[in-house]
């Protein structure tokens, strides 16, 4: 390793903070090691400010174009003491020109040159920025693309303009928190919404031509044939964030007015971070016995849900908790969303019939003590899985199904033996991810009595109970929410249960025997988080199965 530092010192003239970014760079290091490292030298934390907290207080306080001179940014604001992130924290002249612009005390942190950068251009971003962005580009060019081939317009796709304005509303998505940009085209016109907090949010309207150039940009970026309009592609790409990536997975789609685009923005990008179980604020009732399961030695735990409800995430928590340098665990999945370092990661690759179930089988080989699958689709990977399971194999995946004991009947359904079923699988977990209230934002109210005894049987006469909403504010875009909370159920296959799959009971015969184990329904857990204040009782009756079950 010295042999080859030796010449990154040498061409930048010693340990320098370029030295130490391309250091990252050629992952001699890894970035977190190094900027620690670094940061210990200068007796200074390290923050990387693409993941910290960034307030619109903080940032109010520096213009932009100070933050890009001086290669800082305000973090936040903490008793009259405001955090900055700075490239050298050891410069005390920038040091008290800050405090001078600023009117107040200031506490230095170290951050990498490069994530500073991006962090300015990310937490400076406005809609109205992105707005004008779009609206110049479309008043200047939108009479000529209507006219361009698609070779000509694959070669304007490539110019720094359209690169410029089509990065600029991908950062500012990702500083939204959105989790899906929808670019679509209409009769007249063209809109891109957000999906933030499970929401679709209305953005800007343009003009068809520039969702044109749009839809080219990006098959240029994912590298598809941008000739084809006919079928629906699929594709992805990445672009750089700080000293690492942002991934996006992309859905073209003909429609009868012109290319729809969805980009999914995968886990992990920007300021988003790997939870515990603890921090998912899953009931206790939930959470220890999840706990348990997790640290056996085999088995399969499902986890169930529809798209977007947190299945990966909450499957990554669970791994995180039990990876470590005595174990083997190895994922295949499509795609990867998140990257956890310990773990052996294989995407799935249906261009070349690299299948779950093709994988899924060489992996057994790798002498594996814990196997992620993404997903159980077909018979063949569920039989694979049961029997890794039977072996000595601690197996987690995930399931399409309403709730935790359809998970059961949806394994016979496709072709598993009861059997093979009762003794394999351990435990499953059906989630929802609901608004979260707005934590600026939140107030109580009192329902009505009618209301009250919807959720609430034998409630006394003078008991008021209160909900919550948000009634509206800057942080929350007006929305009333900001983030996502997940409520579930949790159904253990005991003894009982086992016997029960075996001879093919009913799902209400098994409903008897999981309440005796403590199962309760996800609109159970719902109405408890409605009760601590975490969401409303419209997003739990949004999100959950349709009666009461309890």
């Known amino acids: 390793m010295l042999d080859e530092i030796q010449p990154l010192l040498a061409r930048h003239g010693g340990a320098t903070l370029s030295f130490l970014e391309d250091l990252i760079e050629t992952e001699l290091i890894s970035k977190e090691r190094a900027a620690r490292l670094w940061g210990d030298a200068i007796e200074t934390a390290y923050v990387n400010p693409l993941m910290a907290v960034v307030t619109p207080d903080a940032t109010e306080k520096l213009p932009k174009e100070i933050c890009e001179k001086a290669v800082v940014i305000p973090l936040y604001e903490i008793e009259g003491v405001l955090t900055v992130a700075m490239a050298d924290p050891r410069d005390q002249r920038m040091h008290q020109r800050l405090e001078n612009i600023v009117g107040q005390p200031i506490s230095a942190v170290f951050g990498l040159p490069r994530e500073i950068k991006d962090a300015i251009n990310l937490y400076y971003l406005s809609q109205d920025t992105v707005q004008n962005a779009i609206a110049q580009f479309e008043k200047k060019q939108a009479q000529d693309l209507e006219k361009l081939s698609e070779e000509d317009l694959k070669r304007f796709a490539d110019s720094n303009l359209l690169s410029q304005i089509l990065d600029e509303l991908i950062m500012f998505a990702i500083r939204e928190r959105a989790s899906d940009i929808h670019l679509e085209s209409a009769d007249d016109q063209a809109r891109v919404r957000f999906r933030i907090d499970g929401k679709l949010m209305h953005i800007y309207s343009y003009n068809k031509a520039v969702q044109r150039a749009f839809a080219v940009r990006l098959k240029v970026l994912c590298k598809l044939d941008i000739t084809e309009s006919r079928f629906p592609q699929d594709g992805r790409f990445s672009i750089p964030l700080g000293m690492s990536k942002a991934d996006f997975r992309v859905s073209f789609c003909p429609t009868a007015y012109g290319p729809k685009v969805v980009m999914r ?59 470590s340098d005595e174990v083997n665990i190895s994922t295949i999945e499509d795609p990867i969303e998140i990257q956890l370092p310990g773990l052996t990661q294989t995407q799935v690759n249906t261009q070349i019939d690299l299948k779950f179930s093709t994988l899924l089988r060489s992996m057994l080989r790798q002498d594996p003590d814990i196997l992620l699958v993404g997903e159980i689709r077909d018979l063949e990977t569920a039989k694979i899985a049961c029997e890794a399971a039977l072996t000595g194999h ?53 329902p009505s009595r009618t209301q009250l005894e919807k959720y609430f049987y034998d409630l006394p006469e003078d008991r008021e109970i209160a909900f919550y909403h948000g009634r509206g504010c800057n942080h929350c875009r007006q929305s009333g929410f900001r983030g996502r909370v997940a409520f579930h159920e949790l159904l253990i296959v005991t003894n009982e249960l086992r016997s029960l799959i075996n001879r093919n009971a009913s799902e209400a015969e098994m409903l008897v025997a999981a309440r005796k184990a403590g199962y309760r329904s996800l609109r159970y857990d719902g109405l408890k988080k409605v009760l601590l204040g975490l969401t409303t009782i419209e997003e739990i009756e949004a999100q959950s199965v349709v009666e009461w079950e309890d």
């Open 265 to 323: 923005i995968l886990a992990g990008v920007g300021h988003r971070r790997l939870m515990s179980l603890d921090e998912m604020m899953i009931s206790r009732n939930v959470v220890e016995p999840l706990r348990r399961m997790v640290h056996s030695p085999n088995g399969i735990i499902f986890v169930t849900g529809p798209t977007g409800s947190g299945k990966t995430t909450t499957l990554y928590s669970a791994l995180q908790e039990i990876n």
């Open 394 to 446: 601690l197996v987690l995946s995930t399931l399409h199904t309403n709730n935790s004991i359809q998970a059961i009947t949806r394994l016979i359904e496709i072709g598993i033996e009861p059997y093979m079923v009762a003794p394999s699988v351990l435990g499953v977990l059906a989630q929802r991810l609901a608004a979260r209230i707005c934590d600026k934002c939140k107030e109580p109210y009192f």
